[in-house]
């Protein structure tokens, strides 16, 4: 098999997925720039202007007849993926603790950050299996590191509930499909890219969009043999 990979990336109209892609495509890999709007076509545009090998695709991750298309779709035209970032993600209730949670908040913020993850990954993971190759990397947070909340102080009404719970539970979906796949050489892992200034993580965010899309790219592009099942940060393994 060549080494150019096709990689896949939820999310990549903005933010750290349009950088998870410029970065991996900066490597010669052909990728898939996935948005939930047609206007997301526009920062596919942007990244073939500066020479590289981007297409995009539609994909609304809550949208099970997009995760059909979507994999027809690669199937039709690669017969393969290699790489998946699963990258879209919602904080909806930055503010809110978990007594005064909408119910809708909680609700789409699951269905975005844990179970579309999860879906997508189950229709698009035979590509992988098919080639015995895949190197998936769910972007979480240590914002759900169980560790970090069963850390802080006891009085605490931590905030952000539903994004804490969404992550929490992306991290065991990584430990789940990391032992089903292994069999297939396909890694597995999930990542919190640190805090980075995105629309999500704002102007006052420590870290810049390369510096976030680090990590990831290195998960995504992991030699035979490499961790599976694991939570990194800053290129190094930390607590669930
Ligand atoms: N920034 C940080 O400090 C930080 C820290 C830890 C983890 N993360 C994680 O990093 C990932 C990327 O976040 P970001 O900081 O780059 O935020 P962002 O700039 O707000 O980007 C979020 C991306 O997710 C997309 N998205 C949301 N719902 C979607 C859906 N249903 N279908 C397809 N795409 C959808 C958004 O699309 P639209 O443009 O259409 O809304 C956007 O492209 C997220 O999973 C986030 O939780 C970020």
Not at 49 to 76: P, Q, Y
Not at 124 to 130: E, G, R, S, V, Y
Not at 152 to 161: E, K, R, V
Request: include cysteine; charged fraction near 20%.
């Amino acid at each position: 098999m060549s080494d150019k990979k096709i990689a896949l990336i939820t999310g990549a109209n903005k933010g750290l997925g349009q950088e998870i892609a410029r970065q991996l495509a900066r490597q010669g890999h052909l990728v898939i720039m996935s948005s939930r709007r047609e206007s997301g076509s526009d920062s596919a545009d942007k990244l073939a202007t500066e020479g590289l090998n981007v297409v995009h695709l539609l994909l609304d991750v809550n949208n099970r007849d997009d995760i059909l298309s979507a994999k027809d779709w690669i199937e039709e035209e690669f017969n393969r993926l290699d790489i998946l970032v699963n990258n879209a993600g919602v904080l909806m209730d930055r503010d809110a603790t978990l007594s005064e949670l909408p119910e809708s908040d909680l609700r789409m913020t699951l269905e975005t950050n844990t179970i579309s993850p999860l879906l997508l990954t189950q229709h698009l993971a035979p590509l992988m299996m098919k080639n015995r190759y895949g190197r998936i990397v769910n972007i979480s947070s240590t914002m759900g590191s169980l560790n970090d909340m069963a850390a802080s102080p006891p009085s605490s009404a931590l905030t952000a509930p539903a994004y804490r719970l969404s992550k929490a539970a992306l991290n065991a979906v990584t430990i789940l499909q990391a032992k089903e796949l292994c069999g297939y050489n396909i890694l597995v892992n999930a990542v919190c890219p640190g805090w980075v200034r995105t629309d999500m993580g704002g102007l006052n965010a420590p870290l810049s969009v390369e510096q976030g899309a680090k990590t990831p790219v290195w998960l995504a592009t992991l030699p035979e043999g490499g961790p599976t099942g694991k939570f990194f940060r800053n290129m190094k393994e930390i607590p669930w």
